[in-house]
């Protein structure tokens, strides 16, 4: 079994304890995995903060390239980090090779093309110049979830790099590999000792400590609301700015004018990484008129899901990340039930697979208020609710304590531009679901997050925006 340490100060360095990285897939082990604590963390930041001046002083230029090395050691790898991703995550292998690696790859090409082209404002006052740069913040604490462990650390550190910082990625616990593979991908590619630097460990130890950091300059998170609560109030007594991603609870509204076979697309689509994404509307409100025809179709669909080995090509279905996810979600399905809701599919963990499959699963008759309407499963479970006309669905959609994103699938342009203003979500989706492009802002509302990232919002938050202000010079 490999021995996973952490990445400090270009060196690979040891803890004297370590904890077991299991699969997913038959939940064997396949890591030890270094179990890193204040004493890494404090190491780790001081590696970050000596590499900091240097890296800071690099040309912009030298940064880009340097970042499109790293995206050319990902993209000879993409077989390798996906293989390596779905053994640690349980996601699909299809999904790793054919769209996340890739991803990955553009996270590094994008930031650093952006870098380049950062317009930088400058307006002139009775004579007076200003001029707004963008300056690097520091050292950076990048703490990243299980469901979509590289796409998702890496959509930090491109930025947060090429604004010229330099950074500590604590990975999350149940996903560690791929974030070890990538401290070997930015060493080859020549990215200086310290710039990048990976504790690996559990959040209440090494992600705790790391928050806590006298000299890290921001903090970038992305996982659940309460652990958010725990960041922000150890950010809060250093003011240290947080950039916080979280979960939701978002809504498909289905409208009767809608393409009833994309609706029905768009609603499988909600399944995607076994229910394990944040984006995921899974709460279908379907108009009165078409929910009988659309709850056939989406039934059948579901049935007809192919549930099994994540490296299998042809599974649209893998496991849940951990058997205590599992039981979390079975226990957001027996409540449901318990409080009334109507099984149209699924409800359990799938017995013929045994293991961490759950069966895809479709709530509907679901009293008001009930729990599975307002928690985030981050499961395969869907639920399905009608409504009468445009006001209650909108009413409905807003109705938790989440705001990150929302589907319309309507026939008409009129209605989607009455509906989508009055939708709290920092993304909206017409006819398309997860149409992602690096220049526009990704975040939520609400309870769904804190700021935004994304092409210029992501150099807004890991730099410190400076305005200097020059009198006329003295002919
Ligand atoms: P989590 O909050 O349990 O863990 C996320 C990370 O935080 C892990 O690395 C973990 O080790 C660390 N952590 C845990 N406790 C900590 C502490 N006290 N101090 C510092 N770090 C700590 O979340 P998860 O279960 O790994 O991920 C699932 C959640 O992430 C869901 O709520 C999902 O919606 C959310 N998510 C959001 C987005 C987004 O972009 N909005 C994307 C993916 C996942």
């Known amino acids: 079994m490999s021995m996973v340490e952490h990445w400090i100060g ?42 900091f001046p240097a890296w800071a002083r690099t040309s912009r230029e030298e940064r880009a390239r340097l970042l499109h090395a790293v995206a050319d050691g990902v993209e000879r790898r993409v077989e390798q980090l996906a293989l390596l991703e779905t053994t640690d995550n349980g996601a699909l292998l299809r999904s790793h090779l054919r769209g996340v690696m ?28 200003n001029h707004v740069s963008w300056d690097p913040a520091g050292v950076c604490a990048l703490i ?61 130890e090494a992600g705790a400590a790391l928050v806590d950091q006298p000299d890290v300059a921001r903090v970038s998170f992305t996982g659940s609301v309460p652990t958010a609560r725990l960041i922000g109030a150890a950010a809060a007594r250093h003011l240290t700015p947080v950039s916080l991603e979280l979960g939701g609870k978002s809504p498909s509204l289905i ?11 768009l609603a499988i689509e909600q399944y995607d990484n076994a229910g394990q994404v944040c984006l995921a509307c899974t709460r ?95 499961g395969p479970v869907l639920t399905l609710q009608t409504f009468r006309d445009e006001e209650q669905a909108i009413e409905l959609a807003n109705g938790t304590s989440y705001g990150l994103d929302a589907l319309v699938v309507t026939g008409s342009p009129e209605r989607a531009a009455r509906v989508t203003p009055r939708l709290v979500a920092g993304t909206v989706w017409v006819n398309c679901f997860f149409v992602r492009d690096l220049r526009a802002p990704f975040g939520g509302s609400r309870e769904s997050g804190i700021g935004r990232e994304g092409g210029t919002w992501s150099f807004d938050f890991y730099c ?6 020059s009198a006329p010079w003295a002919k």
């Not at 890496?154 to 947060?160: D, G, I, Q, R, Y």
């Not at 409208?255 to 697309?265: C, G, Q, R, S």
């Not at 058997?323 to 809701?341: I, N, S, W």
């Open 102 to 129: 890739p991803r990955v790859a553009h996270n590094f090409r994008f930031f650093a093309d952006w870098l380049l082209g950062l317009k930088h404002d400058d307006f002139e006052t009775r004579g007076h110049t």
């Open 464 to 469: 410190d925006v400076k305005n200097t202000v």
């Open 255 to 265: 409208f009767a004018d809608a393409d009833l076979d994309l609706a029905v697309d």
């Open 144 to 204: 990243t979830p299980w469901n979509a462990p590289l796409m998702l650390a890496t959509w930090k550190l491109a930025p947060a790099l090429a604004a010229g910082n330099t950074v500590v990625l604590k990975p999350a616990e149940w996903s560690p590999l791929t974030a070890s593979a990538l401290a070997d991908i930015t060493a080859e590619a020549g990215l200086p000792e310290g710039v990048f630097n990976v504790v690996q460990g559990l959040g209440a």
């Open 284 to 378: 279908l409100l379907v108009a009165e008129e078409i929910a009988a025809q659309f709850t056939e179709r989406l039934v059948d669909r579901i049935g007809r899901l192919r549930q099994g080995d994540p490296r299998d090509l042809d599974t649209d279905l893998g496991p849940q990340i951990h058997r205590r996810h599992l039981e979390r979600v079975d226990g957001f399905v027996r409540r449901a039930k318990a409080e009334g809701a109507r099984v149209l599919a699924g409800g359990g963990p799938n017995e013929e697979l045994g293991g961490l499959y759950y069966r895809p699963t479709l709530f509907t008759d679901v009293p008001d208020g009930a729990e599975i309407l307002r928690e985030e499963v981050f």
């Open 10 to 51: 270009g060196e690979r360095v040891s803890s004297g304890a370590g904890f077991t990285d299991l699969s997913p897939i038959d939940e064997q082990p396949v890591a030890q995995v270094a179990r890193g604590g204040e004493r890494e963390v404090r190491q780790a930041v001081a590696a970050a903060k000596a590499a």
